[in-house]
């Protein structure tokens, strides 16, 4: 028997659907299987990422997440305050109005990223837990995937 010969074998048109006809109400939507590239904010960043901004007079501005070739392990994070308006390209993350934009390229490298604030005796500041790092060196701020 080959899969020609067994339907529930046979793959049905568009990548990764499996056996369910065009017409099946069981056949997953092809956009819900596509994994969603997203940046998600705790509450604790949110929180204190609002009150850094309102600090220094910008409320309405966002922090910018991205990546930069560099650092010891080879690739570095970028978090910075942008007081422009984003770019037309960009991806906005909101979380109780605090927003963060991530450039597409970047989004790649940061794609499930956690941001974070923490405050310990020995860092204070806003921390990215990216589960596409490989490897990170003891800084924090470089890493590969």
Same mark, same amino acid.
């Given at each position: 028997?080959?899969?020609?010969? =067994?339907?529930? %074998? #046979?793959?049905?048109?568009?990548?990764?659907?499996? &056996?369910?006809?065009?017409?099946? &109400?069981? %056949?997953?939507?092809?956009?819900?299987?596509?994994?969603?590239?997203?940046? /998600?904010?705790?509450?604790?960043?949110?929180? #204190?990422?609002?009150?850094? $901004?309102?600090?220094?007079? /910008? &409320?309405?501005?966002?922090?910018? +997440?991205?990546?930069?070739?560099?650092?010891?392990?080879? $690739?570095?994070?970028?978090?910075?305050?942008?007081?422009?308006?984003?770019?037309?390209?960009?991806?906005?993350?909101? %979380?109780?109005?605090?927003?963060?934009?991530?450039?597409?390229?970047? +989004?790649?490298? +940061?794609?499930? #990223?956690?941001?974070?604030?923490?405050?310990?005796?020995?860092?204070?500041?806003?921390?990215? =837990?990216?589960? =596409?790092?490989?490897?990170?060196?003891?800084?924090?701020?470089?890493?590969?995937?």
């Amino acid at each position: 028997m080959t899969a020609q010969d =067994n339907p529930a %074998r #046979t793959p049905a048109t568009g990548a990764g659907i499996g &056996p369910f006809a065009e017409d099946d &109400p069981r %056949r997953p939507d092809e956009a819900s299987l596509r994994p969603e590239m997203r940046i /998600t904010i705790t509450e604790k960043a949110a929180k #204190t990422g609002k009150e850094l $901004l309102a600090k220094r007079g /910008t &409320p309405e501005s966002v922090v910018r +997440l991205g990546i930069k070739g560099g650092g010891c392990s080879g $690739l570095a994070y970028v978090i910075e305050f942008e007081d422009r308006p984003p770019r037309k390209t960009d991806l906005v993350f909101e %979380r109780d109005g605090f927003r963060v934009v991530v450039d597409p390229k970047s +989004l790649v490298y +940061l794609n499930g #990223t956690e941001l974070d604030y923490v405050k310990t005796l020995m860092k204070t500041g806003f921390q990215l =837990n990216n589960p =596409n790092e490989k490897k990170a060196c003891g800084c924090g701020e470089s890493f590969s995937v």
